[in-house]
């Protein structure tokens, strides 16, 4: 605890004197102020999160974090947590979105275990940072222990500064675990004050039952564990996931080495909540690469003062979202590295409007 706890200490807001020389930098280029709207606004905060005056995005990882749920027992999932281990052997084997979407953005994936209810020693690119064979069942009780809920915030951290030694400029953080939707609304429920029903939608598309299912074992878990939002480690315990800690800990372990992070749905924006409720500032270092169609997710977004850079109806996960964006990033930053100023392009009309 006590390293997670000076890890924490050191995550502070991104100061603003950058903020105005990125600032001024961006109205002296060749075009109107602001007229490049959103691509401003990304290249000024990665200045921002970075500190240094000439940012760059080359190294791009994606860390697809896997686990299993207890709560899934309780008919909250359209598909069976047999699916977990098989779609970890497909991120392995490249078939997946994520591979497609990362190779396309110019990523690497990083695939950890993070509590897989399966063996998965020895495949090859797996990463073993297993807590434990997936969570309990958080309507009985809370889906696991404080220290297993420190030790995978731990094992995030130790994902993102393993890759440190490889470069990492730009991160992005994806998740897949059966049954992961029904403890991300718990969350979202906790950390926003929302009710379940709220906050909950058909994750894997459960139908019309499955749904209500859903949203009475969340009821029944917040009534059984009563977790309490200004705990966030304590709602990590009582309603979380493995990956969900272990996406967690690398948003703060991304923080402290300011590298900005890309969110991906709303799993990844629930384990945003964690992150921001154990070190607030960290938030100042997380860029929400999509909103998707699961309903709690803008209610996550907007408790972290965050808004999406794409809309296209996605659930998947994995991921998928943050890659798609990380193009996007990295175009921004490339404006402000590489377009002409007034002066340097020998074009009058600096400070137009």
Do not use: C, W
């Amino acid at each position: 605890m006590h390293r997670l706890e000076n890890m924490l200490s050191q995550i502070v807001p991104v100061g603003s004197s950058r903020a105005d020389e990125a600032q001024a930098h961006l109205d002296s280029l060749t075009k109107p102020p602001g007229s490049l709207g959103v691509l401003e606004d990304l290249a000024r905060r990665v200045v921002m999160i970075t500190d240094v005056v000439e940012p760059t995005v080359e190294n791009k990882v994606i860390f697809t974090l896997a686990a299993d749920h207890g709560v899934a027992k309780s008919g909250v999932s359209a598909f069976p947590p047999e699916v977990t281990p098989q779609m970890v052997m497909n991120f392995l084997q490249g078939g997946a979105a994520i591979n497609v979407l990362a190779k396309e953005a110019g990523a690497r994936v990083v695939v950890a275990d993070m509590g897989v209810a399966a063996d998965l020693d020895g495949r090859a690119g797996l990463i073993d940072k297993k807590v434990a064979y997936g969570t309990q069942n958080m309507t009985d009780g809370a889906a696991m222990t404080e220290d297993e809920a420190v030790r995978s915030l731990l094992a995030g951290v130790e994902l993102f500064e393993a890759e440190l030694e490889r470069g990492v400029d730009l991160v992005g953080v994806g998740e897949m675990g059966i049954g992961n939707t029904t403890a991300a609304a718990a969350i979202t429920a906790v950390m926003t004050g929302r009710p379940p029903a709220e906050v909950t939608g058909r994750g894997t598309g459960v139908d019309a039952a499955g749904l209500a299912r859903k949203i009475d074992a969340i009821e029944t878990a917040l009534s059984v564990n009563a977790p309490h939002s200004d705990d966030a480690m304590g709602v990590l315990a009582k309603v979380g996931g493995f990956e969900v800690g272990g996406m967690a800990g690398v948003m703060l372990a991304a923080a402290v080495h300011r590298v900005p992070v890309i969110l991906d749905g709303f799993i990844a924006t629930a384990a945003a909540l964690i992150a921001q409720g154990l070190a607030p500032a960290v938030v100042d270092y997380l860029i929400a690469g999509h909103r998707s169609v699961e309903v709690g997710h803008m209610a996550a977004l907007e408790k972290l003062g965050l808004s999406p850079l794409l809309e296209l109806s996605l659930r998947l996960g994995e991921g998928t979202g943050a890659a798609l964006a990380m193009p996007m990033v990295a175009a921004a930053v490339a404006i402000y590295n590489e377009m002409a100023t007034f002066g340097e392009a020998g074009v009058s009309g600096e400070g137009i409007s």
